[in-house]
């Protein structure tokens, strides 16, 4: 049996931690399948049921393969406790339900993911929660939007798709001293890049859809922060309304955490190449990635992530018709909103993810009609290059 060793760096706990070997002695972790567990006796389900054997019951409250990836993804974040979800967007709506209540209100960075607006405007709000938004990296707007009753700071940082970055540690800062919690989804960096619980955050949310799976196969998600908040409340909400995980795809997210410092790094790498050759090319109006000298956030970027991360965007002087056309040249990369993937992505935002927004909102958020977002895959950087220069080249 593997004990956690907490010396241990990154790289060591996404392999090591989470397991406890059955008496089969399996090398691989397995997965438990099963809805229910037996117990040995009247006394024993008792037990169980009265919370005086922490064993377990039924797999809406805990599973074993569950368990792993949350004790696994805790030890990556540094964080207490990690209680895994069916989806991202479950992860965000465990963390608002278990922490807030009627007449909280929350301030949120503007660019968000499109659905926790949703769920924050149209659900939240139902329950009395409202919400403000702000730039993320305007400090004074957070402090200017906190109110007598506001209880939660939210940020995703580095921002989609523009690749602005959140402070953390100032924003955890400016969250303690006004009773906040700082929530960060940290779904871009994952733990390999980015640790926001070290940096003063209470508690991440993840969409580990995306980079702890890598391979675009399964949904889920996570919440990691403290015993009490994501262990007691957030768990309280998991368990009694049930967006529970489902063992199969934890087990699928358990195996991507194993390669996942390797992944981050070659996906940082390869798009850190393919930012510096766009912003070469004379069709190119701006590139925008946190690893180039030419970010207006560079130096925090550095300061606050291990690399810069696996998301650019650029901007083309040809606005709609020059951004379509590229888009439509490629023969290799996937034409999807999707990211996180060892496969490249390539999205003209105005018109997809952004589409629904008036023309007047996108100016404001920064989402031009030239703009393309790319999520660097693992293929090999100089034929992604060569995708992107059949339909740079004709402009
Ligand atoms: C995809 C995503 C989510 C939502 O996750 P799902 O697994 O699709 O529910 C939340 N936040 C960010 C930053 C995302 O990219």
Redesign the pocket.
Known sequence: MTKFDPEWELATRAIRVGHERTPEGEHSEPIFMTSSFVFGSAAEAAARFSGEDPGNIYARFTNPTVRAFEERLAAMEGGESCVATA???SA?LATSMGLLQQGDHLVSSRSI?G??VVLFDKYLSRFGIETGYVDLDDLDAWEAAIRPNTRMLFV?TPS?PLTALGDIRALADLAHAHDCLLVV?N??CTPALQRPLELGADIVVH?A??YIDGQGRA???AVVGDANRVGEEVFGVLRTAGPTISPFNAWIFLKGLETLDLRMRAHSAAAGQLAAWLEQQSAVARVHYPGLPSHPQHELAQRQQKAPGGILAFELKGGRDAAWQVVDSTRMLSITAN?GDTKTTITHPASTTHGRLSEEQRQEAGITQGLIRIAVGLEDVGDIQKDLARGLDAL
């Open positions: 989806s991202g967007m965000i993911f659905s926790t995703e989609n989804d779904c871009f969409s859809t995306k949904l889920g998600g990211l």
